[in-house]
């Protein structure tokens, strides 16, 4: 019953704002250009899905994310792990990475272009940008929020520092890491759609761009729609892998 009650909680608001939407639209009090239907939308999704098209770019853009975030949080683990284990590696590092960290990656979008030219590369290196620091910061400040109880306690029962490394300081920063690479996720979706504006000739921020030069405003919701789509269904997964991995942190939580 609980459950039932989350569900419709959940689902009301969002199901209000279809038949507002849907109604008004109906009235005529909007022109279909500027706002098309829900029904409009749903249509045109599913033959952009009939087609074959949504589903090609649906697996561009996926890729894409895969990759850029791979390279950003592959390169941003072990340099935070690093920065927040040592303070001499920090105080080498922080101030090349506060100086670069302000810079959004749309901000890298020429210089992407002029180092990779078109296609992939540059997107996948504004993807990898926008991936790399919220894994640095968050993996930083999980390594130097370690308890010292429990840094005190293994060192008195004789651990050395590449014990401690891995058995203390890692597991107590993952909560930390996979909070990062949450945020990294999203901002790699973010990111991939504006690269595939600029960058490349397919995926669904291409799509997005091209319905807005024909005006086509119901693939441009339904474009929105998916990306929307997308980044719950990847925020649920790293949710579900988040909460298996770190079932031990949560007893420890209660």
Known sequence: MFQVRVIVRGTAVPLLTLLLWEGIC????????????????????????????????TLGSLTR??????????????LGLFMGASPKVYEYFNPLVQVLRPIPPIAWIPMSILWFGLGNPPAIFL????AFFPVLMNTIAGVRNVDGIYLRAARNLG???????????LPAATP???AGMRIGIGTAFIVVIVSEMIAVNNGLGYRILEAREYMWSDKIIAGMITIGLLGLAIDIGMNAINNHLLRWHRGMDS
């Open 176 to 178: 930390y890491i996979f």
């Open 159 to 169: 651990a050395g520092n590449t014990v401690i490394f891995r058995r203390v300081i």
């Open 26 to 57: 109906r009235a005529g009090l909007v022109s279909a250009i500027i706002l098309p239907a829900p029904s409009a939308v749903v249509l045109r999704w599913v033959e952009w899905l009939l087609s074959g098209e949504l589903l090609v770019d």
């Open 127 to 130: 993807i990898a940008i926008g």
């Open 65 to 78: 994310v895969s990759l850029g975030f791979l390279l950003g949080a592959g390169l941003a683990l072990p």
